[in-house]
């Protein structure tokens, strides 16, 4: 079965050909520059296959981007697809899909009518992604089955405990203001993995994933449902983390506004663009950077590191507690797959809990699932690479199957 799976954005659109049932990768790339000067990446994983990369292509529209990538698919010389007719199915990554999905589900009209009144929550993401499923309709036609896979519908099993804000209700009620999280198509991959690792079953484990990557996220897993996660009705709660602040005292909004004039879209650009690790360290949002800074004696690139492992250590904690205990530690994206003096430093000083420090030899290991528990640990600490792709495949599959 072949299923290809999109991420649309404002002006750009990310794709992969897969095989759920296998596993196997046949494509991915890039569309970029949507609407501009339209750039086009195609990278096929079969043998003897040319790529292309970053080639100028007219993409006034995503339905334009949509064809380049389905030419390219078909190509007679570098496709991995004889016809359009070997699509099953189309999967698609959507940001927000409010409390109307707590799953995967098949489009139709009134599936996108109900992500079309979640655009408020997600006001650049939702349209982007509704603007992919149309091209993808344009282009395919009615005929192949697409299927919308939510960011937030992993988390939707929180309790009102966890999700609720302590702001009058009525703005819940009126206006379903609540901690939402995002990155649930990653939590709920690593943490099924995780669980296979384990020999488990999901159902029977309490596992606490970190998503750790430009954007970052944890989540409380507990008998193969999200308990509490970090991020909230927006990505930007939580974690600091490349650009955005993460949690903070909300009245330092206020304070800066008034003193300096900010209007609030000024206020949220600062948080959201030029604060988290970024805004400490003066120096990049990227990891790889600051660790070099850091080596070089700079400061403020080892407090915005430092301050990113505290908080980490934080909330495993904190999560730890609100599940009663912890059976697995999970890192993933890419600092937490690749960061391993960042994980010492995220785990050092959980003794308390059960988490021994990490192997050194297996820690110093990337690319592969992998154990890095020290010796005599009673909690499991692993690597585990996401593949949010090969998720939104598996669902597609899974529902399109039933049809």
């Known amino acids: 079965m072949n299923i290809l799976v999109i991420n649309a954005g404002s002006s750009s659109l990310k794709y992969q050909l897969l095989d759920p049932d296998t596993g196997v990768l046949l494509a ?21 296959k040319a790529a292309q990369n970053a080639v100028d292509v007219a993409m006034p529209t995503h339905s334009e981007a949509i064809q380049a990538v389905l030419n390219a698919l078909i190509d007679a010389e570098n496709g991995v697809l004889s016809s359009m007719s070997e699509i099953d199915a189309v999967g698609h990554r959507v940001v927000h899909g409010g409390e ?37 309709t344009a282009v395919l036609g009615d005929k192949v089955p697409q299927v919308a896979v939510f960011d937030t519908a992993f988390h939707q099993t929180m309790p009102a405990v966890a999700y609720t ?50 954007g970052s996220s944890i989540a409380a897993i507990k008998n193969g449902k999200c308990v509490d996660t970090t991020m909230g009705l927006t990505p930007l709660a939580g974690l600091p983390m490349g ?69 980490v250590k934080k909330y495993i904690g904190s999560y730890a507690a609100a599940m009663g205990g912890v059976d697995a530690i999970v890192f993933t ?17 959980l003794e308390f809990m059960g988490v021994a420090p990490l192997n050194a030899e297996e820690n110093g290991k ?17 690597v585990i690479p996401t593949n949010e792709e090969l998720m939104i495949a598996m669902d597609t599959a899974e529902i399109v199957k039933a049809l």
């Open 243 to 311: 650009t955005r602040a993460g949690d903070m005292d909300a009245g330092v909004m206020e304070f800066l506004m008034n003193k300096y004039g900010f209007s609030m879209k000024e206020m949220m650009n600062i948080l959201n663009k030029k604060s988290g690790v970024s805004g400490v360290s003066g120096v990049s949002s990227d990891f790889r950077d600051l660790e070099a800074a850091a080596n070089q004696g700079n400061f403020r690139a080892q407090l915005a590191i430092d301050i990113f492992c505290y908080d």
């Open 165 to 214: 804000y302590a702001i009058p209700y009525e703005y819940y009620e009126n206006d379903k203001v609540r901690r939402y999280g995002f990155h649930g198509t990653s939590h709920r991959f690593v943490s099924q993995r995780a669980a296979a690792m384990l020999g488990k079953d999901p159902a029977d484990v309490k596992i606490i994933t970190c998503h750790l990557g430009n």
């Open 366 to 382: 990337r690319g592969d699932e992998v154990d890095v528990s020290g010796e005599g640990s009673k909690v499991r600490v692993l």
């Open 333 to 349: 994206a890419g600092v937490g797959e690749n960061g391993p003096s960042l994980r010492v430093a995220m785990t050092e000083g």
């Open 28 to 48: 991915k790339g890039l569309c970029e520059r949507i609407g501009i000067d339209g750039k086009f990446t195609y990278k096929p994983q079969l043998e003897g």
């Open 100 to 136: 109307a999905f707590a799953s995967s589900v098949l489009l139709t009209d009134e599936v996108m009518k109900a992500i079309e009144q979640c655009n408020p929550l997600a006001p650049l993401h939702n349209p982007a992604n509704l603007i992919g499923i149309n091209a993808c």
